[in-house]
């Protein structure tokens, strides 16, 4: 890699939700040195290990440095002409609904802004779907049917304001850890701040927590539902709240009743001492922060889940308030930014749905006459669709679904009946790009130049200091020259990422009554270049914080609450276990990058199941030993890891490791393709496997 400047530059992590400023130094040698960006709100000058190891992962080993068709090395030219005659073709045939891009959390919000407008606007199909529905299409769903908009509440300074953290199915320590870290030194200086973890396995952020909740896999809803009823019964709830700022508190109660201790014991697997415990440190302390994660979105009934959570601090009183509210942390470092400008398949832009004023509105705006006007597939729905012979062209962005999709043998299996399959990345040796009959070479981080937005929608820069390498182009001028291609020069004239963010700003103010949350206004004219991390909403006069006045985003601004019926406990059939999958501390996705840092895989050098010590018994398993998972979806080998963290019934495998890493470690080829009915997310942590010894 050649160095663009010899200054330090400062830019954002490409990895998590977290978003941390990091400062980037090109050094005389060629490394990078890397540093946590002491003026960062995200993370005031603190990195993880892979953060900090970043500088490791910017080598040329594995790229795609050229673009490819069937194989040969291809001009730039001959490749976006073939991607735009394809799809003209299969559109011409076959309609907009036969074509189809798959994106990233990895995007930037300017490249997901071009895919999304060329989709949505130009092509007139929503069938733009992204791997953040794998990471919190939950939440946004539970958000919107809460608050009437898909919005954050709160800030990570709530956690060192809070009196009582509760982690839900999240893994703070090693998912977030920054901000576990500043979890950690608010503890060191307030050690009355207290910390619930729940989460089917003993994690690393157990230990911080006073109290742990092994609760039994999708017994979330079931313990908040049960919350809900027993803030009730101790008469702890606000009720001048509620009715000043609510909707539908006595039917959610109405539901909830019938869930005192003894039945949430039973539906959780929790002794009722400890259900006690959790129900009384919430109910007596004021300023409550609830983190969730994945544990609570990667589920069939995961929506619910969020609305269970959300209920109980709307119930209280306690949002929109320093020191409290639900917290959602999102997985990847822009899936904030991918929803803002619609990047899922059932949002049109700048969190606007498809409602027939705003695709007038949004048509208008980008003056185009065949706006979709209905949702398109997501993500389980468009690789089935596929597999069907329905999708005749799709390009696919940043992104691995070969590997991280669930059932992931059958959508390789789709992608391989696929008679045009384009994938724009900057690695070559991935499991999807073998599987392209374009190669399109991207930017990669330190040469993208953009913005990302992180959990506490704070919008930061990422910005470049590396040379693009070879023929690499960013994503956006790769979409636009498409986008020319087929005939929308004057729309997709874009020659720089701030001319697209500026644009993108416009839209978000463009008719804009105010009672739309997503609202960058007052950043219209602001210098990109120069720009700090700034939080949304950014109007003209500021307000001081989300839900501060009890204003909601729904039509009569009032947050609603949601009765929720939990779901049966899960009882997988004698021989079967439950499989969780996640992340480790060190490694990123489908470790593309942080497989380059001989340091990261150390941690963790091969992927493993977590199995408890009497399951691992029976089984004739010891520790060390290769184990075959299965299902009817495949199968994975992996090391015995025997820990009593894990349940009895339960298993615990990483996602990252792919056959390009580890040979037959593909964990996603067993996951269950199972969605939440709401949220069409995946059951990401539920799929059912037997387990040998090899
Ligand atoms: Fe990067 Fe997340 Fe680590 Fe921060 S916490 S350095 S954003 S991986």
Known sequence: TQPLVTSTVKTTCPYCGVGCGVLATPQADGSVTIAGDPDHPANFGRLCSKGSALGETLSLEGRLLHPEINDERASWDDALDLVASRFQAAIAEHGPQSVAIYGSGQLLTEDYYVANKLMKGFIGAANIDTNSRLCMASSVAGHKRAFGSDTVPGNYEDLEQADLIVLVGSNLGWCHPVLYQRIVAARTARPDLKVVLIDPRRTVSADIAELHL???PDGDSALFVGLLAH????????????????????????????????????????????????????A????????YSQGVNQSAAGTDKVNAIINCHLATGRIGKPGMGPCSVTGQPNAMGGREVGGLANMLAAHMDFAPETVDRVSRFWGSDRVAEAPGLKAVDLFAAMGRGEIKAVWIMATNPVDSMPEADAVRDALKACPFVVVSDMNRATDTMDLAHVRLPAAGWGEKDGTVTNSERRISRQRPFLALPGEARPDWWIIKEVARRLGHAKAFGYFSPGQIFAEHVALSAFENDGNRDFDLSGLGGADY??????????????????????????PDGKARFLPIQPPPPFAPAPGSFVLNTGRVRDHWHTMTRTGKAARLSAHMAEPFVEIHPADANALGIRRA?????????????????????????????????????ASNGRIDALVTSKVDPVSNQPALKMALVHAEPV
């Open 625 to 661: 030993n290769l184990v075959r998972l299965s299902n009817r979806h495949g199968s994975a080998l992996v090391r015995a890891l025997v820990t009593d963290r894990q349940q009895r019934g339960q298993l615990f495998v990483p996602m990252h490791w792919t056959d390009q890493f």
């Open 284 to 291: 007596r302390t004021a300023k409550v922060v609830t983190v």
């Open 529 to 554: 270049e120069t720009m700090p991390p700034v939080q949304w909403p950014v109007r003209s006069k500021p307000i001081a914080r989300m839900f501060g006045d009890g204003r909601y985003f729904t």
């Open 231 to 282: 803030l009730d019964h101790l008469g702890v709830t606000n009720s001048d709240y509620i009715s000043a700022y609510t909707k539908g508190f006595e039917a959610t109660l109405l539901a909830a009743e019938d869930w005192d201790i003894a039945r949430v014991a039973e539906a959780t697997g929790l002794s009722p001492l400890s259900i006690t415990r959790f129900y009384d440190l919430f």
């Open 214 to 216: 092994p609760v039994a």
